[in-house]
Structure formats: structure tokens, C-alpha cells
């Protein structure tokens, strides 16, 4: 699973990257060394002008902030969400809760890189600890995790055109976990190529078999891992600090 990560790129990075053409300044999100499920994200997706009905109307491609843990458009409460941070890529296409977002509402959500934890002797106590490490891309570079995202109206709501009536989420695809990754953990979140970005946002891209396609993790053992602070533990604590070696 993926359960904390790290996004610390500026929005302007983000949009020059992705090559988003839709993006207010006065939406910031803080850098975080410890994103947690709940908390906002930045996402990028594609949608059709809210004005437009024509299929062949152009797509904008958005940087958006999302509330991670996907709540579907079925679910009586928010708290739906807390249970659904990560989707399977094997089951993605057919579960209930994910197979309507999966062919119309997909996303990337910009990662430096995540947080696993690997169950580690504690010297000569014969104790064990959950020991976090941080795996990211030897090279430095942005992942792009393929994710989904969701609309819910609250069915407390009087009025539909209220912006309070409404709440956007997302969850993180999954997949079998390579390379250093896994060394640590079975699963891990599923990064895609910028030579994929385009067909995975495409709104208007909806055959199931081709869209599994994408969800193949790319090869070539590109991830490193190695342990850090088991500060990161606590989801309060959010600074660069996190990523320091543990100390002994």
C-alpha cells in the first residue's frame, strides 16, 4: 500500500511540467515531507470546459488540490474516504468504488517520492521497531503516481450550485512492488512515464483494456530506499528533517 509520501515541488514546477493550462495562483498547498491520508494534495487531471457539452470540446489539463482517501459518488459519509487511500491496479477496473472513476476521472498526483516500513531488530533487547525508510527515485526526478478522483455532494446540502456542497478526492493506484521498494514492502504506488501522462488524463480515453495497459510498472530498478527518522511516524510532523538518517 501507500500510506504516506512526499510532495514538495512548487505549483509553478508543477505546471510547467505537466504542462497544465489551468492553475490559480490562490490555490497553495504547503510542501510536506509527510503527506497523510485526509490531507490535500496537489492533482493534475483533465476535464472538458464545465460549460461546454459537446464531446469533442477541448480538455484543460488542471493542477488542483484533492482530499486524499476517495469518497464515491454512492457513499452516505466522508468517512468512506479514510478506507479507500489506495486502489489495486490488478482490481482497479471492476471494483465498485473505483471502476466509474477509473474510466472517467483519472489523475496524476506529483511525488518526490514515499514511505514504508519494515519490521527491524532493536539492538541486543531482542525487541523489535517499525523502521520507516524513504524510497524515491535514485535520480532524483518527479513520480507522477497514477491515481482517481471522485465528486461527493453532501446530502446535507440545500442547494447544488453551493461550492460547501461539494468535495473532490482521490486515491493512489497500487501495484507489485519492485526493485528496492521491494525489499521493504509487497506493494507500492504505481509511477507513470511522461510518454503515458497524456492517454491516462484523456477524459475521453475509455477502453478498459488499454488503460490497464498503462498500469504496467516500469522497468529498469531506478529506486532507492534507505531508513530515516522514525519522526515520520507521527503525521504532525511535516519538515525536511524526516528524511535524516535515524539516529542510533
Not at 510536506?32 to 469533442?56: C, D, G, K
Request: aromatic share 8%; hydrophobic share 35%.
Amino acid at each position: 500500500m501507500c500510506g504516506r509520501y512526499v510532495s514538495t515541488r512548487s505549483p509553478e514546477d508543477l505546471v510547467q511540467h505537466f504542462g497544465v493550462t489551468d492553475w490559480s495562483p490562490e490555490e497553495t498547498l504547503e510542501p510536506s515531507w509527510n503527506i497523510a491520508p485526509t490531507n490535500r494534495v496537489w492533482a493534475v487531471l483533465e476535464r472538458a470546459p464545465r460549460e461546454s457539452r459537446e464531446e469533442a470540446a477541448p480538455v484543460r489539463r488542471e493542477l488542483r488540490p484533492l482530499r486524499w482517501g476517495l469518497v464515491p459518488s454512492w457513499a452516505k459519509d466522508v468517512r468512506t474516504g479514510a478506507r479507500l487511500i489506495n486502489a489495486r491496479a490488478e482490481t482497479v477496473h471492476e471494483k465498485p468504488a473505483f471502476r466509474r472513476a477509473f474510466a472517467r476521472r483519472r489523475c496524476l498526483l506529483p511525488a518526490d517520492g514515499f514511505y514504508e516500513w519494515r519490521q527491524v531488530p532493536s539492538g541486543t533487547t531482542g525487541r523489535s521497531h517499525k523502521q520507516p525508510y524513504y524510497i524515491s527515485p535514485e535520480d532524483g526526478r518527479l513520480m507522477a503516481l497514477a491515481g482517481l478522483y471522485e465528486y461527493w455532494r453532501d446530502p446535507e446540502a440545500e442547494r447544488d450550485d453551493d461550492p460547501a456542497a461539494w468535495l473532490t478526492t482521490c486515491t493512489i493506484i497500487t501495484t507489485e512492488a519492485t526493485d528496492a521498494a521491494g525489499r521493504i514492502h509487497p506493494r507500492m504506488p504505481l509511477a507513470l512515464t511522461p510518454e503515458h501522462y497524456d492517454a491516462w488524463l484523456d477524459p475521453r480515453h475509455q477502453d478498459p483494456g488499454e488503460l490497464r495497459e498503462l498500469l504496467s510498472p516500469p522497468a529498469g530498478g531506478h529506486l532507492g530506499a534507505r531508513p530515516v527518522s522514525r519522526a515520520v511516524n507521527n503525521v504532525r510532523n511535516k519538515g525536511p528533517a524526516l528524511l535524516e538518517e535515524p539516529s542510533q
